[in-house]
């Protein structure tokens, strides 16, 4: 039995990403001596690790992508924080404290940080309909429900292949629909197709998923991206343009959440994400201050 | 091999004896597996159920385990209203109407334990709205919560539930049912998603809510 014997403790800050404001407002809340986790789906700083060459990030006048995000994460490791390499999936506040739910475990938060970078997410038409009647996004959560039914998974993203090999052990039939080039971990036993989704098929069930070349039947679809859009992510937090809306603290409408870097809008430069998580996590610090303020 | 890792032995072992106030009860029914057959039932986890509770039983002395045989026509078993097997009824200073149906395994042992600690203090950490609302409650609500093991979304659900029942034991009953393990039910409330919740058969919804929102998702289902 895996057994989690309780819930691991509240952390002050909840850091969603691990790119330079993510790191950044790591390293801030620990100068601020509050605990913190970081969660991302990728290493720490993978985006920037890509960068052929970055020339405005001061100090810096000529710096390899791969040099300053080594910097980074060395910097992030001195922090001692935990780093969770998960996706985060659903954010829930309760009272003063926040839920964070990933593909695997639940962080509590007295506030979370949001640095998701830019994510231009949308949702394929029918798939918030369908959500609760064959949309799902959690294999190892609802896989078990699809015992001897046809599934398709739409993989964004390559983690999607190891989330179909999973449904292949309970499902009677996996479609794989990859939007991406090279899949390279798909059991034998999934079929696979390159295509783009177009629809979730089905109002009151799902009965299938509409491509770009042509429709596949289905009990069920799991949807496998890089990132959820923010709205659905967390109901009600202040969107515009696909860019969180924040005040000059960095917070959101929501209490107790705050964002920084490339989510909250141009320019998507890693000074300003530097800068931003270093704000928010200032901020953040304040919040737990008050709310301890309150408890004691 | 114990169930329970050592590692969380110890840390229960120290909770229980910090948190605890009353003595708890859980009625484990189970059914042994040379009866399962002539009685046309499968309970393929009922050895293990049985073995996670006898060892929390161990951790402290405030928790007594009950085991029972399940057998339909009992008095027990009509008046505690279980009809699955394994199922689990956490019984605190008042009547009991906290359950769990399946094994309370990987994220579930989490509820299981806390709710075995609210059980016990009969009160829980709802937030006083919340609270008010439930206990306004004055008509019979049963509310299922379908989850699985693996669900780290599943046990605030369950959670939230119960705690719901432990605040009004006369009129609310809470199940959590660990899913694959009733097959009948996933196809009965065609669930594709879990956590999914059923109140009092009429009102239905999945995910993640806050204990504001759940709330008022029983109290529409009692006006529905």
New interface residues.
């Given amino acids: ?7 691991s403790e509240t952390n002050d800050v909840v850091i969603i990403g691990a790119g330079p404001a993510g790191l950044s407002a790591a390293v801030n809340a620990k100068a601020r001596n509050l605990s913190a986790v970081v969660i991302d789906a990728r290493e720490p700083v993978a985006k920037v690790r890509n960068y052929p060459e970055v020339t405005n990030y001061l100090g810096y006048p000529k710096a390899a992508g791969i040099e300053l995000a080594n910097h980074f994460a060395q910097h992030f490791a001195k922090t001692g924080f935990p780093f969770k390499k998960e996706r985060a999936q ?1 954010i ?4 003063d404290v926040v ?1 964070v ?6 962080y509590d938060g007295k506030t979370v940080i949001l640095t998701f970078g830019v994510a231009h997410t949308k949702l394929l038409p029918g798939e918030e309909q369908c ?6 996004y ?1 294999v ?8 001897g039914k046809d599934v398709v998974v739409v993989g964004y993203v390559p983690e999607g292949e190891e989330e179909a090999n999973a449904l292949a052990g309970f499902a009677r039939s996996v479609t794989y629909v990859a939007t991406y080039e090279n899949v390279e971990t798909l059991d034998k036993t999934i079929k696979l197709i390159h295509a783009e989704p177009t629809a979730i098929l089905g109002c009151t ?2 009965t299938g998923l509409s491509t770009d070349t042509g429709e596949l039947s289905a ?2 679809v799991f949807v496998i991206r890089e990132a959820m859009p923010f709205s659905s992510m967390l109901e009600g937090l202040a969107v515009e343009d696909s860019f969180i809306q924040v005040d000059r603290s960095m917070a959101t409408n929501i209490p107790g959440v705050f964002a920084a870097g490339d989510c909250t809008g141009a320019p998507f430069q890693i000074a300003k994400a530097v800068g931003e998580g270093q704000v928010a996590a200032l901020s953040a610090a304040r919040y737990v201050y008050k709310l301890r303020k309150k408890e004691s | 091999m114990a ?3 050592d590692q ?1 032995m110890e ?2 072992r120290e ?1 229980f004896s910090e948190e605890m106030r009353d003595p708890v009860t859980i009625i484990a029914f189970t059914k042994k597996a040379q009866d399962q057959e002539g009685a046309g039932l499968v309970c393929e986890f009922c050895t ?1 159920t049985q073995r ?1 509770v006898d060892e929390l039983a161990d951790l402290s002395d405030k928790i007594n385990v009950e085991c029972r045989e399940f057998s339909p026509d009992s008095q027990i078993v009509k008046d505690l209203g279980v009809d699955k097997l394994p199922a689990l009824v956490v019984q605190g200073p008042k009547e009991g109407s906290v359950k769990y149906y399946g094994i309370p ?3 579930e ?2 509820s299981l ?2 709710d075995i600690v609210d059980a016990s203090r009969g009160s829980t950490d709802l ?1 006083e709205d919340v609270k008010e609302k439930v206990r306004g409650i004055q008509r019979d609500t049963h509310i299922q919560v379908f989850m ?9 659900a369950v959670r939230i539930a119960h705690q719901m029942a432990i605040e009004n034991p006369d009129f609310i009953k809470a199940d959590a049912i660990e ?2 393990e009733f ?1 009948h039910l ?1 196809s009965k409330y ?5 956590p ?1 919740i059923v109140i009092n058969e009429k009102v239905q ?7 504001d929102e759940f709330a008022d998702q029983v109290v529409l289902a009692l006006a529905a």
């Fill in positions: 039995m895996s057994s989690t014997a309780s819930r659903k829930v506040p309760q009272g839920m739910g990933t593909d695997k475990e639940v959500l609760g009647k064959g949309v799902s959690c190892t959560c609802d896989g078990a429900l699809y015992s069930k799902v009990d069920g | 169930m329970i890792p969380d840390f229960l909770r293990e996670i395994g990987g994220f042992f989490s334990v806390e937030s699985t093991p693996t669900c780290p979304y599943c046990p605030s899913a694959s097959p996933v065609e669930l594709s998603a879990v999914t919804f999945e995910g993640a809510l806050t204990d």
